[in-house]
């Protein structure tokens, strides 16, 4: 279908979505004329209903600008995304970003921030206010209701984020680096919090990093992604029950083979992107080619 074709923009009426993400052809770029840089080209992705992927590639490989596409900030040059066999043609409420960025409204209390989205879409209903109170208590921030963001710690943020983003019971999840940032401990408790409200509700959820030991900790499927311009290299699936915890990616031998595996293909895509780039000099790719021949 292409861009110009009619169709259905997603909204809140359409909660009974399963969830189910399709990228075809997607090409996209940034600027005009000699200046132009195509960022993603001919990409091509379907996600299962249900199951967490994570996404990760090289830094600037265009991570956050696909988020953004799915999210429906702006359309595709090329491609379409369709959820559910619907043709995303702008932003709704059935797809939920948390980006790396806090997001959070610093003149809000944790309350209110959690129950923005819900006021935003017209919601006065107790029933969704209470369930806001629910998840509030759920992730620890009971007694921080009435706190303004700027008293609260960056992983206390984290977890408000995610509140806003489960209130709104959205079918799709995506996820940009939401932990990026957090120290090693804080990050630890996030994904463990992340991994069981994933398999309380099973939305369909697409989390991005750049950590692969992250990436190993939640996934049902890793892909990886190519350098600019960004394609899929390889989908990876982590046939491993979760939870699992840092203790299994140092003793679980199966997810130490899928971890070389997803060790060998990204890094010869982060080597494509450094020397790609005229500023960078051979070493550090020669460094990074090393790792990549000690884990085969
Ligand atoms: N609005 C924009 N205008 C111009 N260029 C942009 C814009 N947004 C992104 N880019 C460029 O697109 C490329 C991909 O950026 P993007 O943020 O999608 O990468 P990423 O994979 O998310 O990177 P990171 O892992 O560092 O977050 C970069 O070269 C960036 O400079
Ligand atoms: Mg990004």
């Known amino acids: ?3 110009t074709q009619k169709s259905t923009t997603l909204n809140r009426s359409d909660m009974s979505v399963d969830g189910e993400i399709e990228i075809v052809a997607l090409t996209h770029g940034f600027g005009k004329g000699p200046t132009r840089s195509v960022v993603i080209s001919d990409c091509n992705l379907r996600l299962a209903p249900g199951k967490l992927s994570v996404m990760i590639g090289p830094s600037g490989c265009g991570k956050s600008t696909l988020a953004k596409l799915i999210a429906g900030y702006f359309p595709p040059d090329e491609g379409r995304v369709s959820i559910d066999g619907r043709h995303v043609t702008g932003p709704g409420k059935d797809r939920l970003m948390v980006f790396q960025e806090s997001a959070l409204f610093p003149w809000m209390v944790t309350e209110e ?8 879409s017209g919601s006065t209903d107790k029933a969704d206010q209470h369930r806001a109170g629910d998840l509030l208590e759920r992730v620890g921030l009971a007694h921080f209701v009435k706190k303004f963001p700027g008293a609260l710690s960056g992983g206390m943020q984290r977890r ?5 983003a489960l209130v709104n019971d959205p079918a799709l999840f995506i996820l940009d680096e939401p932990f990026r940032g957090l120290d ?4 630890t408790l996030m994904q463990e919090h992340f991994a069981q409200m ?4 099973r939305r369909t959820a697409l989390f991005i990093t750049t950590d692969i030991d992250e990436a190993l900790l939640l996934a049902d499927q890793i892909i990886i992604m190519s350098h600019s311009p960004m394609r899929v290299t390889k989908i990876i699936p ?5 939870p699992r915890t840092m203790a299994d990616l140092f003793t679980n031998e199966h997810i130490n083979e899928i971890k070389s595996e997803v060790m060998k293909v990204l890094y010869a895509e982060v080597i494509k992107a450094f020397k790609g780039s005229s500023r960078v000099e051979g070493s550090a790719a020669t ?4 790792r990549v021949g000690s884990t085969q």
């Open 1 to 3: 279908m292409s861009k």
């Open 113 to 120: 921030n959690a129950i923005f989205g819900l006021r935003a």
């Open 160 to 164: 408000l984020e995610m509140v806003r």
């Open 184 to 187: 090693a401990m804080t990050r």
């Open 198 to 201: 994933f398999e309380q509700g």
């Open 238 to 242: 982590v046939d491993v029950p979760r």
């Open 287 to 290: 460094s990074l080619q090393q």
